[in-house]
C-alpha cells in the first residue's frame, strides 16, 4: 500500500539487536520524533500516530512498545505488529528501504492533520474455568495452579479428542490461547509459541506470575464480528473524516482458526470502510495503544488502522 500525504511529516528508522536490548531499540527507533513533532506543530499538524513492526519471536514486543510510549507525548497513538512467518515459528524478518532482518524493529511516525482511526476486537470466550499462574518469569510460564503449563493443555486437548505433543503442538496452542482474565472478562490473550523440556511453555509477551488466566476459544461467527466492531470503532475514530485505506493487523491464529473463512473478516472490514485499500497481514502480536487505553499488546486479536483521506 502506498499511502501520498503531502501536506504531512513522516520520520522510519529500523534497529537491529530487538531482543538484547529493547530499551536502547525503542530510544533509536524514536531518536528523530521530537524533531519530526517540532516540524508538525510548525505546520499546524496535531495528531500523531506510530506504526511499529517487530520480530515476532523476540519475546520482548512488549517491551518495546511500552518504551516506545515513554519516547513520544501524551495521547499519541502507537499500532502494528509484530513479523510472522506463516506459521512455522522459524524465523520473522523485518525490513525497511536498506535491509531486511530477523531480531529487528522499525518504526514509522506520522503528523497530519486529521487522525488515523484505530479499533481492536477478538471475540473470544474461555473454555475452560480460571487457574492462577502459580510459577512463570518474563514471557516463560512454567505452572498452572501448580502443574506443569504444558499438561493443563494436553488435559485440554485430550478432552477434545487431540493427543498433544510437544514437538506438535504449536498450531493447537495457538488456536487455543492463554487468557488473561479480568474478573469473568478476557483482558488480553496470549499465545504460547513453543513448549520447553520442563513442561513450560514460552509466550508471545509476558505473563505475570499470579495472573488468573483461563484457555480461549473462537466461535468463528464471533471473530468476524469482532473485527466487524473494530472496523467501526476505527472508523467512528476518524473524527468525521473519511477513510482513504484501512491497515489491519490480525493475528495468525484468528487464520488458523477461521480458515477459509479468514475472508470473512475482511469483507467485514469492507462493509463498514466502503470500497477502499485494505493492506495487512498476519501477525505473532497486535499493536494498539490509543485513545488513553492502558494496554498496548494483543494477541488474537483484530487491530483495524483507518488512513484519513
Known sequence: MLVAAPRGVV???????????????????????????????????????????????????????????????????????????????????????????????????????????????????????????????????????GRPAFEVYKEHAKKRGVNLAA???????????????????????????????????????????GSQVAILDGVPSNMVEAARAAAEEAKANLQGAKPAGVLLFDCVCRGIILKDKFQQEIDAVRSVMGDVPVAGFLTYGEIANYGGSVEAWHNTTAVCVAIPQ
Open 11 to 145: 520520520e522510519s528508522v529500523s534497529v537491529p539487536g530487538l531482543k538484547d536490548d529493547p530499551k536502547r531499540a525503542a530510544a533509536e527507533l524514536c531518536r528523530n520524533f521530537p524533531d519530526a513533532q517540532s516540524r508538525a506543530h510548525g505546520k499546524g499538524l496535531a495528531f500523531s500516530t506510530t506504526v511499529v513492526l517487530s520480530d515476532g519471536l523476540s519475546g520482548v514486543g512488549e517491551e518495546l512498545v511500552r518504551q516506545i510510549l515513554a519516547h513520544t507525548k501524551a495521547l499519541h497513538q502507537i499500532v502494528g505488529g509484530a513479523a510472522g512467518d506463516e506459521g512455522r515459528f522459524k524465523a520473522t524478518l523485518v525490513g525497511d528501504p536498506e535491509r531486511a532482518s530477523s531480531n529487528a524493529a522499525a518504526a514509522m511516525h506520522v503528523f497530519g492533520a486529521a487522525p488515523w482511526g484505530v479499533g481492536i476486537g477478538h471475540g473470544l470466550e474461555a473454555t475452560t474455568g480460571k487457574m492462577a499462574v502459580t510459577k512463570a518469569k518474563g514471557n516463560v510460564v512454567y505452572e498452572l495452579d
Open 167 to 209: 514437538a506438535s503442538a504449536g498450531e493447537y496452542l495457538i488456536a487455543n490461547e492463554l487468557g488473561v482474565m479480568l474478573g469473568d472478562r478476557v483482558a488480553r490473550a496470549r499465545a504460547p509459541l513453543s513448549v520447553g523440556t520442563d513442561g513450560s511453555l514460552t509466550c508471545a509477551a509476558d505473563v505475570r506470575q
